[in-house]
């Protein structure tokens, strides 16, 4: 008995095999590098946002943003996910628009909190550790060479437990 090379079934499990596995594993990936992304980006908002509140209250106790930063704040804002040793956070008194400090980087850099009253931009940023950067999950800001993912909040400095508007 002799088949017919068009109607035998062997290997057709070889063959739908490679002919499925490619995009298979490109959806896995994918849909890993998207958590990944929405991850961190999503515990860098929830930082920024507790480590605002805590700036617009308590910040005058620290003269730089590392000492913020090491003073417990760190390991008691940020998740496991981030690594405290390359968080940059940044803040500035804003002047003018906000749409002015757009597209620049202040986390680790500046650290101007302003008198009671004064609006404040707290901007915490982490180092992109991937090959391809995210397009749409997370804000991401180009500085030089490197990426780097971006959180901001906006304060408004507390009168009372900061001062009367002395600095």
Known sequence: MTKNILTSESGSVAVEFSILALPFFLTVFTILFVVYHSLVQSELDRAAGSIASQIAIQANQSPTSADFLSAGTCSQHIGPLLDCGRLNLGATKVTGRLL????????????????????????????????????????????????????????????????????
């Not at 002015?100 to 940023?125: F, H, M, P, Q």
């Not at 982490?126 to 997370?138: C, D, G, L, Q």
Request: hydrophobic share 40%; net charge neutral; proline share 4%.
């Open 100 to 167: 002015d400090y757009r597209n620049k980087l202040i986390g680790g850099s500046t650290w101007s909190l302003g008198c009671a009253g004064d609006t404040v931009l707290v901007e915490l940023s982490y180092p992109v550790a991937s090959f391809i950067t995210p397009v749409v999950i997370a804000d991401v800001i180009e500085v030089g060479e490197q990426k780097f993912y971006r959180s901001r909040a906006v304060i408004r400095r507390e009168p009372i437990i900061t001062g009367s508007g002395s600095c």
